[in-house]
């Protein structure tokens, strides 16, 4: 009752305010790639305007790496297109901060307290300090933060409400104080696997002969409740012993108490897909009777040299790491929105191999993008314009609404980058209209939706810095002009040109930019 009485509060609360914009903004059809029916489909929200986002967030006992920043970004793409279609959005993010054992298994020690015990901190202290620095992280890729970003140990009684509800639906069992889930049992009503593509026969012949299978029923069984031994730190009472919840357990009972019992999407990496995200479509299905989400959405991985970039296969480069350089697999440093800019120009469920070769590519083109934003401002409009750019705001509207495609939406805005700076060098004109819309166009999608900016709170100081000193050189070589010390202007406008910046005279004064 609690959590519907929620609803209406947030429903009553936004609704006059949103429904307007809605109703203006919603008529543009959106389609999103449902990881469920393996296609894609007309999004349609349950309650509009309000809709229901669900992402499964970091377990904090490291440094975020690359292959945390694509869901992060990703997702955060996901929040603002919906929010500028006019949707109220509720995006709930976790925070796992227990109960995710070693090798995604349900043996084993509990990540966040194996590295507490080899540092010698309460495993909160580990929490507490990699979950600052996630969000410090985020903060520097522009990600917006979530409405909501519970932490499965602040939801212990949520997840022991729903292993009560389903062992009394019959699909669990308890042995020796651990509670498991009856794959088998459950396979007899629902389809599990239906998700993944995975076939259960193959699950339970596939896992026979693993350790730690000997509490089980079966081997694909996976537990909802463990049993804590006597070392265990993190532990809670419950009906069957002190012990912690699993690993699957904590999305389920956490986006149902935030967002209902049905709601819209529910996110993650593809390497969530199986088991976690199959596991919480039974857990779902057999506590409340149906399942939860209604459109499933998965990024696909980061690879280095095709191989999968993470934690447990040691080939993982933190984000901290990329924005100073100090990592021996890097040449360089790479700022923040190179980095942003790299995971989106792929589409989100295409793999995206890291190299730094692809960095340095990425780079070069969000210099362009955000250097076309700076030569709109300093563009004069003429009485009509040369350039045809009529159409470019349905184009990006038409590709983000296809499955949120950004690349093919930053190609578009690449081919007006070269009309703008074909303007720029008075080959073409633009109309004072035409003008305004490119300025709209390039700061509703590429600044608002994608989140791509040179204005983060060091990127700006260094712009500013770096704008002066440009300044004082280019009146210094006017001066040297005027005066006629044609030796010292040339000189320089060739040691500028040794540092990739190069210098356009025009009857306005001089400009410079980036060379590619």
Aim: glycine content about 6%; aromatic content about 10%; overall charge negative.
């Amino acid at each position: 009752m609690l959590m519907a009485e929620n609803h209406l509060v947030f429903l009553s609360k936004y609704l006059p305010l949103s429904f307007p914009k809605y109703m203006a903004m919603t008529q543009r059809s959106l389609h999103i790639y449902n990881t469920l029916s393996r296609k894609k489909e007309l999004f349609t929200a349950l309650n509009p305007p309000l809709t229901g986002l669900y992402v499964c967030g970091p377990t904090v006992y490291g440094d975020a790496h690359l292959g945390h920043a694509r869901p992060a970004v990703t997702f955060d793409v996901v929040f603002r297109y919906l929010q500028h279609l006019g949707y109220k959005v509720r995006y709930v993010r976790n925070i796992t901060d227990v109960g995710h054992l070693e090798n995604d298994a349900d043996q084993g020690e509990d990540k966040v307290a194996k590295k507490a015990r080899l540092e010698q901190l309460e495993p909160m202290e580990v929490v507490q300090f990699f979950t600052d620095r996630y969000h410090e992280d985020m903060d520097q890729l522009n990600v917006r933060k979530p409405s909501i970003e519970p932490r499965a140990s602040g939801h212990i009684i949520e997840q022991i409400q729903m292993v009560q509800a389903i062992l009394q639906a019959g699909y669990a069992y308890e042995v020796n104080g651990s509670v498991y889930f009856d794959v088998v049992r459950y396979s007899q009503d629902y389809h599990y696997g239906k998700l993944s593509g995975r076939v259960l026969d193959d699950l339970i012949s596939g896992n026979r002969d693993l350790e730690g299978q000997q509490e089980k029923r079966n081997p694909a069984d996976f537990a909802l409740w463990k049993k804590a031994s006597p070392e265990h730190i993190m532990r809670w009472p419950s009906p069957w012993s002190d012990g912690f919840p699993g690993w699957h357990l904590e999305c389920s009972a956490m986006s149902t108490r935030y967002l209902g019992e049905v709601f819209d999407i529910h996110g993650g990496g593809m390497d969530l897909l199986f088991p976690h995200h199959e596991c919480e479509i039974a857990q779902s299905q057999a506590a409340l009777g149906r399942e939860s989400a209604r459109y499933w959405m998965h990024n696909n991985m980061i690879t280095v040299n095709g191989q999968k970039m993470g934690k447990s296969l040691g080939n993982f480069i933190t984000l901290r790491e990329f924005f100073s350089g100090e990592h021996p697999g890097l040449q360089r440093a790479y700022s923040p929105m190179t980095i942003r800019f790299f995971i989106l120009q792929a589409h989100y469920r295409s793999t995206l191999d890291f190299s730094n070769e692809a960095l340095q590519a990425a780079e070069k083109g969000f210099r362009r993008l955000m250097q076309a934003i700076d030569t709109l401002k300093g563009l004069k409009a003429s009485e009509s314009s040369s350039v045809d750019v009529a159409g470019l705001d349905e184009k990006c509207y038409q590709a983000l609404s296809d499955d949120f495609n950004t690349p093919v939406a930053i190609a578009h805005l690449f081919d007006a980058a070269r009309q703008i700076n074909s303007v720029n060098d008075q080959k073409d004109t633009l109309s004072e209209s035409d003008l305004q819309m490119l300025k709209k166009t390039f700061n509703t999608f590429l600044v608002e939706i994608m989140g791509l900016s040179s204005d983060t709170r060091e990127g700006s100081r260094m712009q500013t810095l770096v704008q002066g000193l440009m300044d004082l050189i280019l009146d210094m070589r006017q001066q040297a002009r005027q005066q006629k010390n044609w030796e010292a202007s040339d000189r320089i406008r060739k040691q500028l040109d040794q540092l990739n910046i190069a210098v356009k005279d025009a009857k306005e004064g001089a400009s410079w930019e980036i060379k590619e």
